[in-house]
């Protein structure tokens, strides 16, 4: 007996599609390792649909006044809470996360960001009129880029979407919205909310593969285009787009360094780094994977580490002790397996370094020690539940450690000298420095990094702003 695969469907002006061709791909529980629904598996025609379906809806959302839309984003808000326990449903069969996490971590941020860029549609504005040439006015407008193509990771499907729709709309742009093609569930039920609130064609969803996304970078309606994936696909993406000078925005890798001194509280700072670097089996750009820790501490530290790394549950979405849930997919549990099993001799595994069970894509909470600078697994991004381990002499060379990575979107100190801590954080070059924390986001501030963790803001009025342009007008006063 074979169960009937639930079959999910585009969202295209205003109504529910299959693929033009009817094409599928099935989608794949990543806790049980078995497919629970299709999704379409999108061509040229669907993304044509879609571009012109946002293009005509365009001039009159551009010329909805902030205060409307404010109301629309805060109605999808109170919608997202109203539906909190179906995204919920939807993202966990998407990703396998832990489901007491899901409702506690991901729906409470991503109803507060959208309500942020409600507010933030109040504050679009120039700066005040001016006279700079005798005899003339100069006004500054901040207007609308136009049509959004965006394209969503897998790791949160649900928060990263909000992440990109909510500032767009806020701006008075139309949106069309990629999920990754191993995690459409929840992007599809948040069209199915989104557009009982929005008028037709503000919103769309286009669900497919890479060549699905590639269709929609290249395609000439878009003002912009936004991603939020691997260095791999934001390159791809800043290629296609300059073809016809499209905005970019790209929110790419990331390989955290935490920096740890000799004067923190051990058992403390392990605590709070172990979660920050397992947490979302480690699929975070910013989760604290690659530590650094001042060598008088180093033994004792990698020891305390390694227990708490034993002491991490992950398991099936029901179960309330687990920290994490599985990989998002079978290739990516082969990638972080690739990368234990390709350590060099001078490694060690101090825990885990293995899948756990054979059903689904779980990997054991892991750590390595006894690393060096130009090792594959502290170069590259791995994407997994595993903390590095390295140790320094000094603030010079924690810094030479935490900077000699192409990645450039996260990092944290930990110290209780308040004059190191302010030293680092202005030497560190990522987009992000937290001090004796790690991870914390809020919708106030920006995220985003430098090098190639890509450019562009998320969160913030930073990242409002990134969804606007600058025009001048200029009028005789004679």
Not at 231 to 251: C, I, P, T, Y
Not at 377 to 399: H, K, M, R
Not at 455 to 472: M, N, P, V, W
């Amino acid at each position: 007996m074979t169960t009937e695969l639930r079959r999910l469907r585009n969202y295209i002006n205003g109504e529910f599609r299959d693929a033009a061709d009817g094409r599928t791909i099935d989608v794949i529980n990543p806790a049980t390792g078995e497919a629970y629904a299709t999704s379409p598996l999108s061509g040229q025609a669907d993304v044509d649909a879609a571009m012109e379906a946002a293009a005509a809806a365009f001039p009159a959302w551009r010329d909805t006044t902030p205060a409307e839309r404010q109301k629309v984003l805060l109605k999808i808000a109170d919608a997202f809470e109203e539906r909190a326990e179906d995204l919920i449903a939807a993202e966990v069969e998407n990703t396998g996360k832990p489901i007491a996490l899901t409702a506690s971590e991901e729906i409470p941020p991503m109803v507060d960001q959208i309500r942020f860029f409600a507010g933030a549609a109040r504050l679009l504005e120039g700066r005040s009129a001016g006279e700079y040439m005798e005899g003339l006015t100069s006004i500054v407008r901040r207007e609308p880029v136009g049509v959004c193509a965006q394209v969503a990771p897998w790791n949160y499907p649900m928060m990263m979407g909000v992440w990109k729709f909510a500032p767009a709309l806020a701006a008075g742009n139309t949106v069309v919205l990629k999920p990754s093609d191993t995690t459409p569930a929840s992007t599809v039920l948040m069209a199915e909310i989104i557009g009982q609130i929005v008028p037709k064609g503000v919103f769309n969803v286009v669900c497919g593969d890479r060549d699905t996304g590639r269709a929609m970078v290249e395609h000439p309606t878009p003002a912009m285009a936004s991603i939020t994936g691997s260095v791999r696909a934001g390159m791809q993406v800043a290629e296609s787009a300059a073809k016809d000078v499209k905005r970019v925005h790209l929110e790419l890798g990331g390989k955290a360094p935490v920096v740890v001194f000799e004067d923190v509280d051990i058992d403390k700072a392990v605590e709070d780094i172990s979660v920050a670097g397992f947490f979302n089996a480690g699929q975070d750009c910013t989760a604290a994977t690659r530590v650094l820790v001042h060598e008088s501490i180093h033994d004792e530290f990698v020891s305390a580490l390694a227990k708490a790394a034993a002491a991490t549950k992950t398991g099936q979405p029901d179960d309330e002790d687990v920290l994490y849930g599985p990989l998002n997919n079978a290739n990516q549990l082969k990638q972080v397996s690739g990368f234990i099993d390709r350590l060099p001799a001078h490694a060690k595994v101090e825990a885990g370094g293995q899948r756990v069970g054979d059903k689904g894509y779980f990997y054991a909470p892991t750590v390595v020690s006894g690393l060096k600078q130009d090792d594959e697994i502290v170069q590259n991004e791995v994407f997994g539940p595993v903390i590095t381990v390295q140790s320094f002499a000094d603030e010079a060379q924690a810094l030479e450690y935490a900077n000699g990575v192409e990645y450039a979107l996260a990092s944290s100190v930990w110290t209780k000298d308040h004059a190191r801590a302010m030293r680092m954080s202005k030497a560190l070059d990522f987009g992000c420095v937290w001090i004796n924390t790690h991870i914390p986001l809020v919708a106030e501030m920006p995220h985003g990094g430098f090098k190639k963790s890509g450019y562009g803001k998320d969160l913030s009025g930073y990242g409002f702003e990134d969804y606007t342009r600058i025009k001048h007008v200029m009028t005789s006063l004679g």
